[in-house]
């Protein structure tokens, strides 16, 4: 075998190696891809049952519970304030 033909072999091997490490890599990278979805979907999916859950919490409270802080609090105030009528 003459020295060209050789180098050319070396250079051949070499490059089909080199591709099958990409190949490799790329199939990595997309199964990488498909978990990190996977687990996006699933982190996604449990905040909003979380926010269901809350909003249910929410809804089943009294109609005064139901609304901003700063408006109960006056109100309870404003009500707690007004002397009672003997």
Known sequence: MSEHSCHHS???TARNALLQ?????ESEMEDTRAQIVAQ???FL???????RRLN???NSLSPID???AEIKL????KYSTVPCAQ
């Open 10 to 12: 070396e250079n051949e």
């Open 21 to 25: 490490q990409v190949t490799v890599l």
């Open 40 to 42: 996006k979907k699933a």
């Open 45 to 51: 999916l449990e905040q909003e049952q979380q926010r």
């Open 56 to 58: 249910s919490q929410l």
């Open 66 to 68: 139901q609304l901003p």
């Open 74 to 77: 006056r109100s309870r105030l």
